[in-house]
């Protein structure tokens, strides 16, 4: 748990620092263009520094250790400020880049310089590869770890940090383009539409981003259980264990960023000891926790299989 913390913290500072260079740049070349795609793209930067911001509470609030009044950890506080952070993007960054390409639009301002817009374009498109490839380093690792595809793994990851950097990169690296795009449509055609058309086009962007991650957060919020695949090699586990007769019930959750509470109603054989019983519920949690590192919790319940007389 506390590698997986450390790599997104990681992720989540390179990220930060990235996001906060190219915002002040974008906005002085906006300024001096008038351009609103650039000044969206501004907005977007900005936007995503305070993302990257909410993003570090989270890795740090996350990997508090269990205490008195919090036994189960601090993993949920995560999820909160992970979805704070995806509101932050919702209201920052795509509200203000629809409401000023709409202006752009119903007003025709024209635009200035371009210059330095290309240039900070082009040095944006860089820095948000290089987080993005940072990001995306430590998605295939993960995905090796767990012997999946990368795509899969960033659809039920628990690390909303990860997903978070990752969702909001791509979206930054699909947003320079289309300013860019933006740009040279009203250099050639003359017109501010499609600089506006262009601001519109990366608001719209940035709240599909924003509600996926703010329904990915509050389903891990109010309780989301582990992937599929996990639960089938939970329950594999349990009835590998030679005094395991049934799995009457077998309940999981996510309590944190890649941290997974496993509760299960076990039906023993009718021969095994109390002794017994108790060695495989230790061998149990012990086989769990080897093969599914995600697994910080065990709770195993005795309960007879209610069968037909």
């Known amino acids: 748990m506390g590698q997986k913390s450390g790599e997104s913290l990681v992720t989540v500072l390179v990220a930060g620092a990235a996001n906060l260079t190219i915002a002040l740049a974008k906005l002085v070349a906006g300024l001096i263009g008038g351009s ?3 000044l969206s793209e501004a907005a977007h930067s900005a936007a995503d520094t305070v993302t990257e911001l909410l993003l570090l509470v989270s890795v740090r609030r996350a990997g508090k250790p269990p205490d008195r009044r919090h036994p189960f950890g601090y993993g949920k506080a995560g999820f909160f400020w992970a979805m704070m952070a995806a509101v932050a993007t919702l209201v920052g960054g795509a509200g203000f880049s629809v409401t000023h390409g709409i202006h752009q639009i119903s007003t025709g301002e024209k635009l200035g310089n371009l210059t330095p817009s290309y240039v900070v374009l082009a040095v944006s498109f860089v820095i948000e590869g290089i987080s993005f ?4 380093s430590q998605l295939r690792a993960e995905a090796g770890r767990y012997k999946v595809h990368p795509a899969r793994l960033v659809r039920i990851t628990s690390d909303t940090a990860l997903k978070a950097v990752l969702f909001e990169d ?3 690296l699909v947003g320079l383009v ?3 795009l933006g740009l040279v449509g ?3 055609s003359g017109s501010a539409l ?6 519109v ?3 719209l962007l940035l709240l599909v981003v924003a509600l996926i991650l703010i329904q990915s957060n509050l ?3 109010i309780g989301q259980a582990a992937p599929r695949q996990i639960e089938v090699g939970i329950r594999a586990v349990l009835l590998a264990q030679p005094e395991v007769e049934d799995v009457v019930e077998l309940l999981t959750m996510m309590i944190g960023p890649g941290s997974i509470m496993v509760a299960a109603k076990i039906d023993f054989r009718d021969d095994a000891s109390a002794a017994g019983v108790e060695i495989a519920c230790d061998e149990v949690d012990r086989r769990l926790r080897d093969r599914f590192p995600g697994v910080d919790l065990v709770f195993l319940d005795p309960t007879p299989t209610r069968r037909q007389p």
């Open 219 to 221: 389903s891990l919020l």
């Open 186 to 188: 009203s250099q050639w």
């Open 201 to 203: 086009a990366i608001g």
């Open 178 to 180: 289309i300013a860019a």
């Open 133 to 136: 490839t940072k990001a995306y």
């Open 36 to 38: 609103a795609a650039m």
């Open 170 to 172: 791509a979206a930054a």
């Open 194 to 199: 499609w600089d506006g058309a262009a601001s």
